[in-house]
């Protein structure tokens, strides 16, 4: 069982629609939760950072962390055709690690 | 601030041919991590240097290697190459603000194996 599994899709919504991307992991020493998105042949960008169990909001983006159940998510309100991406979990132990562990994306296109 | 850079963008190489990449991490960031990414496999962690020092590695052969200078750039060198080494290699450089650790990655190197 691999340590981060993520519907790699692709998902396709149109214009305006809510995206709702998942992550499931198995191994409670991860921490630390992010998200990235990465456009067609270029480096992932860095779009949310958590730490702890509950919801984070940054403009259209709330990314939600439930330790409990080792799931975490990441919603995009009122979805743009410029947030078409592929969406990455990625997560790390505390301390001195800062190796990340990451899923393996989903693909998003969003229709005009 | 600069972002992550990383040298050269895309290379060509032939099986058996040694190659090296190079990254320079944003300012005052002492930690750089590398990351193979494949479509099967996905992103997978190489190693991380910190301030000269291999702090963590990862599970890839020992024809993977890398260092870190005084000024925190980072090369990574695969020797022997071969056709499963055809990726995506991404550098990271993290730093801490405002109490938390985030982590920047660099536009990539598109290494090429015929």
């Known amino acids: 069982q691999k340590e981060v599994e993520q519907d790699p899709g692709p998902l396709s919504v149109p214009e305006g629609a809510i995206v709702s991307l998942n992550c499931t992991y198995s191994?409670?020493?991860?921490?630390?939760f992010m998200w990235y998105r990465q456009y067609s042949r270029k480096g992932p960008e860095l779009l949310m950072y958590t730490y702890s169990s509950g919801n984070k909001e940054d403009g259209r983006f709330t990314a939600q962390v439930d330790k409990s159940s080792k799931y975490i998510s990441l919603f995009i309100r009122d979805s743009q055709p410029s947030d078409s991406a592929t969406y990455l979990c990625?997560?790390?132990?505390?301390?001195?690690?800062?190796?990340?562990?990451f899923g393996k994306g989903t693909l998003l296109t969003v229709n005009p | 601030k600069a972002g992550v850079t990383q040298t050269p963008r895309y290379l060509i190489k032939t099986r058996g041919q040694q190659v090296t990449l190079s990254c320079s991490p944003i300012s005052g960031h002492r930690s750089v991590s590398w990351y193979q990414q494949t479509p099967g496999q996905g992103l997978q962690f190489l190693f991380e240097y910190f301030s000269e020092t291999q702090r963590n590695k990862g599970n890839f052969p020992g024809r993977f290697s890398g260092r870190q200078f005084s000024n925190s750039r980072s090369e990574m060198n695969v020797s022997t190459l071969e056709l499963g080494d055809s990726a995506l290699y991404l550098c990271?450089?993290?730093?801490?603000?405002?109490?938390?650790?985030?982590?920047?990655f660099g536009p990539g190197t598109r290494l090429t194996v015929l």
């Open positions: 191994n409670s020493a991860f921490q630390y």
């Open positions: 990625a997560m790390r132990k505390g301390g001195s690690n800062y190796k990340l562990t």
């Open positions: 990271a450089s993290s730093g801490w603000d405002r109490g938390s650790l985030e982590q920047f």
